[in-house]
Nanobody, 123 residues
C-alpha cells in the first residue's frame, strides 16, 4: 500500500496549484483519502477529506478556495488549490486508512501516509 503525493511548488499569492495523490496496492474506490498539512512549528492539521461515497469536507480556512476530487480509474485523488495565501505554505500529505467522520477527522486516525509535498506561497 503506497501513496505518492506530488504537485507542490512555489506559487504567488492568489495563484493556484493542483496536488495529486496517486495510490497503489489497493483499490481507491473503497477508501477514504484525506489531505493534511504541516507548517514549521505547527501541528499537522486536516485540510480536506473525501469519503468513499464522494462526500467532501474542508477546513474552514480553505473552504471556497480548495477542491478535493477523486478519479478512481486513475487511482488518484486531487486537491485543487486556488486563491492561495501565504498561510497555506506547508508540507502537504495525503493519507488513508481512516475516516472523514463528518468532517471531524484527525491525523492520528489515519494509518497510511504519503511522503509529503512542499507548497510555498510567496511573492
Amino acid at each position: 500500500v503506497q501513496l505518492q503525493a506530488s504537485g507542490g511548488g512555489l506559487a504567488q499569492p492568489g495563484g493556484s496549484l493542483r496536488l495529486s495523490c496517486a495510490v497503489s496496492g489497493f483499490t481507491l474506490t473503497y477508501y477514504t483519502i484525506a489531505w493534511f498539512r504541516q507548517a514549521p512549528g505547527k501541528e499537522r492539521e486536516g485540510v480536506s477529506c473525501i469519503s468513499t461515497d464522494d462526500s467532501t469536507y474542508y477546513a474552514d480556512s480553505v473552504k471556497g478556495r480548495f477542491t478535493i476530487s477523486r478519479d478512481n480509474m486513475k487511482s488518484t485523488v486531487y486537491l485543487q488549490m486556488n486563491s492561495l495565501k501565504s498561510e497555506d505554505t506547508a508540507v502537504y500529505y495525503c493519507a488513508t486508512h481512516g475516516g472523514c467522520y463528518g468532517g471531524t477527522y484527525k491525523h492520528q486516525e489515519f494509518a497510511t501516509w504519503g511522503q509529503g509535498t512542499q507548497v510555498t506561497v510567496s511573492s
